[in-house]
């Protein structure tokens, strides 16, 4: 079985920077893409980066280019997802999720139908 934790959350100042971790365990971590996606209060949960399995791809949501960073370190199965410039409108769970790596485009990075396992999520609070 395959399992994902997150960790890294917390409260952070507007401006401040906070780094996630996504420790997978059960599989190599080599064997999936691994995507980020966060759920904000009374909002639908929506893709916030992904990385291929051998790292030479990544993607990221609009609001997110330029101030967070997705690497991974295969050899510690760990994901990181560095937030920097953070602001009030980054609040949110944030899941980290593992899907085929095969299926992966600038169309598919961003469907939850194509991981087929998350982990419980960490919440980033970003207030004054």
């Known amino acids: 079985q395959v399992q994902l934790v997150e960790s890294g959350g917390g409260l952070v100042q507007p401006g401040g920077s906070l780094r996630l971790s996504c420790a997978v365990s059960?599989?190599?971590?080599?064997?999936?893409?691994i995507g980020w996606f966060r759920q904000a209060p009374g909002k639908e949960r929506e893709g916030v980066s992904c990385i291929s399995r051998r790292a030479d791809t990544t993607y990221y949501a609009d609001s997110v280019k330029g101030r967070f960073t997705i690497s991974r370190d295969n050899a510690k199965n760990t994901v990181y997802l560095q937030m920097n410039s953070l602001q009030p409108e980054d609040t949110a769970v944030y899941y980290c999720a593992a899907g085929d790596p095969t299926i992966l485009t600038q169309f598919t990075w961003r469907r939850e139908d194509t991981y087929a396992y998350w982990g419980q999520g960490t919440q980033v609070t970003v207030s004054s």
């Open positions: 059960g599989r190599p971590l080599n064997y999936y893409r």
